[in-house]
């Protein structure tokens, strides 16, 4: 009987070691995801601490509205870009250096479109080829009710804007409304619409691809450069909006 026990005691040792070390592997692993855990929750506090643009919380491609339109914006599609901005720009010239009108653009088409179709209609019959197959175009009901529904959204919310403005609620935003669109009657001086049309294009093609390679630098400054704005904001506030006299304003509400 002893020799029997004496035989069983390093069985019974090494079993219990397996279960020591499968325990201590277990509470390494518990261990080494807590540990992971706390990085995640301690990086995800120091992106939380970093001043972003605008109070921005999603990439800029996220902001863009994503897919296609976001990826040409971002030269993700480096031909479609620049496609797009030679197209925009070769208009640009043809309207604007080489005094082109629209008008008289859209009839030259019209009537090169018509002749060409016209002609091969007709000279099929001789040349023994099939005349062109000119689709229907036919615009579906739900698409303009959609952009019209879209359309009346956006213009219900701009009178709900310039309302809130006009009654004299908000005297910061009344102040940046109008130096905007002091700005915009400047701008309107220098260019017509359509080169500030132009310019707008390019740079909608431009900025938000090097604020994207650059965002940590623009980000940085623009933390300053918020702060020093708000700062002086506050002294003209004190020394200046503060002492204009207003009256109470009662909401009246559009019927």
Known sequence: MADHAGEHEPVVESVMEKINEKLHDHNSSSS??????????????VKAKIYRLFGRERPVHKVLGGGKPADIFLWRDKKITAGVLGFA????VLFELLQYHLLTLVCHILIL?????????NASTFINKSPPQIPDVILPEDI???????LRIEINRALEVFRDIASGKELKKFLGVIAGLWILSILGNCWNFLTLFYICFVLLHTVPVLYEKFEDQVDA??????????KQYAV???KVLSKIPRGPLKDKKLL
């Open 89 to 92: 720009t070769s208009l640009w």
């Open 32 to 45: 080494d995801s807590e540990d992971e855990k706390e990085k995640i929750s301690s990086v995800d506090a």
């Open 144 to 150: 303009v009710l959609g952009v019209a529904a879209a």
């Open 113 to 121: 479109a018509l002749a060409v179709l016209f002609l091969w209609s």
């Open 236 to 238: 003209f506030n004190v």
């Open 221 to 230: 400054f623009a933390e300053k450069a918020e702060a020093e704005i708000k």
